[in-house]
């Protein structure tokens, strides 16, 4: 899942937002300078990408996608994912999403010190420049999806990944639909944080 995703599933406190995010910054990091809060929170992080890369209906959504980008599938579905989970957000909480977003921005503000650079510089940018605002949108999307592939170091057409999610819009929509709620119980019952 990308980084709303974590957030949502994480508990709303500094080191649990923090630790929920480590999971993507986390090379060449020592977690044991971390207290156990933040270590939770990366472990609940794992959790939720393990259950997310097996359950059967993402896998049936990286098949969407044209086998010469289905290697790239699951970080176009997880930004994409995003996009639907601020679409049907109050299928899934009755906090108002601004509220959730000010909330989280100002939690993960209290750990910026502490983050490692990399991730100081990505959550920095996110919260500046507000990212839940552009994945909101459908263009907000494209654009997020093109500054990856900008990003990997060797030709690509990552880019047009936005074309398979288009083609597909309405599937990968009730994939979406179908999943997230698995995924919120399995954390629930599952989660690092919550046993």
């Known amino acids: 899942m990308n980084y709303l995703a974590h957030l949502f599933l994480a508990r709303p406190t ?7 995010l480590l999971g993507d910054f986390r090379r060449g990091v020592d977690i044991k300078e971390f207290g156990q809060a933040v270590q939770l929170g990366l472990k609940n992080h794992y959790e939720v990408d393990k259950f997310t890369d ?7 959504a990286k098949a969407l996608f ?4 289905r290697r790239f599938a699951p970080v ?3 930004i994409y994912f995003d996009h639907l989970l601020i679409k049907h957000w109050t299928s899934f909480t009755t906090q108002g999403f601004d509220e959730f977003r000010e909330r989280s921005f100002a939690l993960l503000e209290q750990r910026l010190p502490i983050m490692p650079r990399t991730m100081q510089h990505s959550v920095g940018h996110m ?6 605002e552009d994945y909101a949108k459908e263009e907000g999307i494209a654009k997020a999806i093109s ?3 900008k990003r990997i170091r060797f030709a690509n057409t990552f880019h047009k990944a936005v074309d398979d999610i288009s083609a597909n819009k309405a599937e990968i929509e009730a994939i979406f639909l179908d999943f997230f709620p698995d995924l919120i119980m399995h954390i629930e019952s599952n989660g690092p944080e919550n046993i």
Do not use: P, Y
Request: proline share 0%; aromatic share 10%.
């Open 76 to 78: 176009a579905l997880d």
């Open 127 to 132: 919260i500046t420049h507000d990212w839940f």
């Open 66 to 69: 044209h086998k010469s980008r």
């Open 147 to 149: 500054v990856v592939a």
């Open 54 to 60: 097996s359950h059967s209906s993402v896998l049936a």
């Open 14 to 20: 500094a080191d649990s937002q923090f630790g929920n």
